[in-house]
T-cell receptor, first 112, second 112 residues
């Protein structure tokens, strides 16, 4: 099936640093979603994007829907220890009511 | 408002055994989904339902069955457990088709 390319796979950063991760696809999407998963829990929605070029913030998190509709990025500013977890992107194809496709995730570790 | 609840949280099965993973949501969402998450991988869709009485296959349906007799409940059935079904299973629901999905806490299943 269709895959999203999510990078990087993992990141080790110092507390206070900014973080950037992205997802790319060979297909056009009409929706991009970013989720965070903490150990032993289900993914929790962070940001939803519905328009090409859309830039949306949620606290220290900012995500953008790429103009080509084939990519999205998520930035975290001034990271803190509780940002630790796995971040997943998910996208829905332009063709309509099709299932979400998930990236493999970016595992974020924050060193205090 | 409990959101999406899943039981059990953990289960160990022997090869060939059967079991049902339970999922309930109290948000009156029409759309419900079952995913599996293997280590280091993203989420793969097993089955989904667009409303009571309607179900459809996702990317990896083999070895599983579902039913949707009520809006609230969407159980996942494993008939003949195999080691390849060792995974973490997540149930999710959404208000719109494949839109912003709310996930349960997951069921960690091991088949030995």
């Amino acid at each position: 099936g269709q895959q999203l390319n999510q990078s990087p796979q993992s990141m080790f950063i110092q507390e206070g640093e900014d973080v950037s991760m992205n997802c790319t696809s060979s297909s056009i999407f009409n929706t991009w979603l970013w989720y965070k998963q903490e150990p032993g829990e289900g993914p929790v929605l962070l940001i939803a994007l519905y328009k090409a070029g859309e830039l949306t913030s949620n606290g220290r998190l900012t995500a953008q829907f790429g103009i080509t509709r084939k990519d999205s990025f998520l930035n975290i500013s001034a990271s803190i220890p509780s940002d630790v977890g796995i971040y997943f992107c998910a996208g829905q194809f332009m063709s309509g009511n099709t299932p979400l496709v998930f990236g493999k995730g970016t595992r974020l570790s924050v060193i205090a | 408002n409990a959101g999406v609840t899943q039981t059990p949280k953990f289960r160990i099965l022997k090869i060939g055994q059967s079991m049902t993973l339970q999922c309930t949501q109290d948000m009156n969402h029409n759309y419900m989904y079952w995913y599996r998450q293997d280590p280091g991988m993203g989420l793969k869709l097993i089955y989904y339902s667009v409303g009571a009485g309607i179900t459809d296959k996702g990317e990896v349906p083999n070895g599983y069955n579902v039913s949707r007799s009520t809006t609230e409940d969407f159980p996942l059935r494993l008939e003949l457990a195999a080691p390849s079904q060792t995974s973490v299973y997540f149930c999710a629901s959404s208000y719109t088709a494949f839109g912003e999905q709310f996930f349960g806490p997951g069921t960690r299943l091991t088949v030995l």
